[in-house]
C-alpha cells in the first residue's frame, strides 16, 4: 500500500507540475505578443475551463495523495524520514497553496468581476474601460 501511494504522490505531483510548466512556457509566452484586449478576452476563456475536473484532480491529488503517504509510512522509514516527508509536504502545500490561491484565483476572479458582461450582447471586450496596464509584460 505505501509503494502505491508513492507511486500515486509521483504521478500526481509530476503531472501537475508538467501542467502548470506547459503553461507557464507554452500558454503564456505566446500570449505577451498579444494586445491587451486580446490578453484578456483569451485569459477570461482560460479562467472558465481550467478549474475543471482534470485540473481539480491534480491538485488535488499532488497534496492528498502525499499527505495520505504519511499515514502509511513504507517498511523500514524511521522518524527522520517520516520528518523530511512532513516538512517538503508542508513546504510545497504552502508555496502551492500561496501562488495558486493568492495571486492566480484571486487575479482570475478580479480579471472577471472587471471584465463583466454588460449590455444585451452578453460578450464584452474589456476594450471600453479604456486602456489597462499590461499585466503579463
Excluded at 508513492?6 to 505531483?13: F, K
Excluded at 488535488?60 to 522509514?77: H, K, R, Y
Excluded at 523530511?84 to 500561496?98: G, K, R, S, W, Y
Amino acid at each position: 500500500m505505501a509503494a502505491t501511494l508513492a507511486v500515486l504522490s509521483v504521478l500526481a505531483t509530476g503531472l501537475y507540475a508538467g501542467y502548470l510548466l506547459a503553461f507557464q512556457s507554452g500558454v503564456m509566452p505566446a500570449l505577451r505578443e498579444a494586445e491587451d484586449a486580446q490578453f484578456t478576452q483569451v485569459m477570461r476563456k482560460v479562467n472558465e475551463k481550467v478549474p475543471g475536473p482534470v485540473f481539480l484532480l491534480l491538485l488535488l491529488g499532488s497534496v492528498g495523495l502525499p499527505a495520505a503517504s504519511l499515514w502509511v509510512p513504507p517498511a523500514g522509514a524511521t522518524g527522520t524520514d517520516r520528518a523530511l516527508t512532513v516538512a517538503a509536504l508542508l513546504v510545497f502545500n504552502v508555496a502551492d497553496a500561496a501562488i495558486t490561491i493568492g495571486v492566480v484565483i484571486l487575479l482570475a476572479r478580479a480579471l472577471l468581476v472587471r471584465d463583466k458582461p454588460t449590455g444585451d450582447s452578453g460578450k464584452n471586450s474589456g476594450a471600453e474601460h479604456g486602456p489597462t496596464e499590461n499585466i503579463h509584460a
